[in-house]
T-cell receptor, first 112, second 116 residues
């Protein structure tokens, strides 16, 4: 069973702080990694994708990938109350070009 | 900006009834997917579809489920005889291409199915 693990939270951070969200995955051959944001009752919305080891920055968001440790993270700088949502880590495992596996998500609360 | 659309937004049905959930993928996309999310649980892959046939499916996608692309724009998920445990949010997604690591799937707003 190919698993994606996340701390369910909630993770509470004050407005303006850095939020750090973490994810581990079991399939060492996984190639693509995604962070989705999901507001309650809504569909997942893609924030970032990352495929190579290292950091990838997009505005206030930075995704970090370490394939050796099978670890991917998302940093949100200058957190805003509107960032309060559940953040889903998703992984495209080896051998499955479409079958994305999602983690259970980490609920983030940004306190004004 | 192009987006995936789904109808209906909510569906209530009796156990044992058939339901059809509809999706209109982004127009130039070739790969289509269905996911479900039971309340409070993670998003789960059901099936992917390309060139008028299923390309991958999960263990959840049993004989009670079927998918179809009845015309050039719609993509449907049919549940033949609904069970209580089918109650969930069903998301349709589409992607332009696949088989490359960088491909992204775009999600529709979902259909909330409630089986009574």
């Amino acid at each position: 069973q190919k698993e994606v693990e996340q701390n369910s939270g909630p993770l509470s951070v004050p407005e303006g702080a850095i939020a750090s969200l973490n994810c581990t995955y079991s399939d060492r051959g996984s190639q693509s990694f995604f962070w989705y944001r999901q507001y309650s009752g809504k569909s997942p919305e893609l924030i970032m994708s990352i495929y190579s080891n290292g950091d990838k920055e997009d505005g206030r968001f930075t995704a970090q990938l370490n394939k050796a440790s099978q670890y991917v993270s998302l940093l949100i700088r200058d957190s805003q109350p509107s960032d309060s949502a559940t953040y889903l880590c998703a992984v495209l495992p080896s051998g499955g070009y479409q079958k994305v596996t999602f983690g259970t998500g980490t609920k983030l609360q940004v306190i004004p | 900006e192009p987006e995936v659309t789904q109808t209906p937004s909510h569906q209530v049905t009796q156990m044992g009834q058939e339901v059809i959930l509809r999706c209109v993928p982004i127009s130039n996309h070739l790969y289509f997917y269905w996911y479900r999310q039971i309340l409070g649980q993670k998003v789960e892959f059901l099936v992917s579809f390309y060139n008028n046939e299923i390309s991958e499916k999960s263990e959840i996608f049993d004989d009670q489920f079927s998918v179809e692309r009845p015309d050039g724009s719609n993509f449907t998920l049919k549940i033949r005889s609904t069970k209580l445990e089918d109650s969930a949010m069903y998301f349709c997604a589409s992607s332009e291409i696949t088989g490359v690591p960088q491909e992204t799937q775009y999600f529709g707003p979902g259909t909330r199915l409630l089986v009574l």
